[in-house]
């Protein structure tokens, strides 16, 4: 078969329109209020989704990232996570300016530690504010007034139990914990919000703690934390949770959010 060509009288036809210049209008910016970034772990499959359901907000732009990360979590895969960091808030519309970064993992940020998640971040937007699961969820009890806590959390015991022990040097009490001791990431994510407010109501009824913390960013329940409160008359927050509200309000964004529970409805405690 030969190569067809175009005709010299194919190539003349003139255009019908050709219309240059028009006139346009601009709309305000999507992240007219704030604008949040948001650095996710490669094997999460949850996060994402609770923060798109939480922050449909007119005016609040989320845009992310992803961070390699090994779906086994052991205190070894969380640490390596650092040098990994900046580059994943670099690429996070680069050049346009941001309200806050967050670091989406809860165990990462405990093994880390915040001032190091800080200073990652920084490496690539100097001066931004930062936060992580960890900071966000005891700014988050300090803002609901909570002094005993209900740890929920899906991890290995010795990162329950070091969990358990960051929390407690926060100046919380920790006197009930529950756990699904799993280390695959991707098993987390599938536990059902239906299980999580279960256990919580197990654990959480009684008058021996006055919050609830779910932790692990890949656990499920935005969208069922409301009802749950309701079951156990006391707040409950999530590392998702935590860390949008925290995002908000280091952005700026004081006004209520209806529909995620309790913590929505607080500002920053003085201090924070």
């Keep these: 078969m030969g190569t067809q060509t175009t005709t010299s009288k194919e190539a003349e ?75 994943a808030a670099r690429v996070i519309v680069p050049g346009v300016p941001l309200d806050v970064i967050a670091y ?15 200073a990652r971040i920084h490496e690539a937007r100097p001066g931004i504010a930062c936060t992580s699961p960890m900071e966000a969820a005891a700014a988050a009890l300090r803002a609901l007034g909570a002094k005993r806590v209900c740890l929920i959390a899906p991890y290995v015991d010795e990162i329950n139990r070091s969990m358990r022990d960051y929390i407690s040097g926060l100046g919380f009490q920790v006197p009930i ?71 908000l309000r280091l952005a700026g964004y004081d006004d209520e959010v209806k529909g995620f529970g309790e913590l929505f409805r607080r500002p920053l405690a003085l201090g924070d």
């Design 177 to 247: 914990m529950g756990s699904w001791n799993l280390s695959d990431d991707a098993k987390v994510a599938r536990i059902t919000s239906e299980t999580t407010c279960k256990a919580a109501v197990e654990l959480a009824s009684g008058d021996d703690v006055d919050a609830v913390f779910v932790s692990c960013t890949s656990m499920r329940l935005a969208e069922s934390v409301q009802e749950l409160e309701g079951i156990i008359n006391k707040p409950v927050i999530s590392s998702n949770i935590a860390t949008a509200w925290h995002c």
């Design 104 to 118: 989406g993992c809860t165990s990462g940020a405990m093994v880390i530690g915040p001032q190091n998640v800080h």
């Design 13 to 87: 036809t003139p255009l019908i329109v050709d219309r240059q210049n028009m006139a346009y209008e601009l709309a305000d910016q999507i992240g007219y209020r704030c604008r949040i970034g948001l650095i996710v772990l490669a094997s999460d499959l949850t996060i994402e989704h609770e923060f798109r359901k939480m922050l449909d907000i007119p005016g609040v732009a989320l845009y992310e990232s992803r961070i390699y990360n090994d779906s086994e979590i052991t205190p070894e895969t969380l640490a390596a996570m650092e040098g990994r960091m900046a580059e």
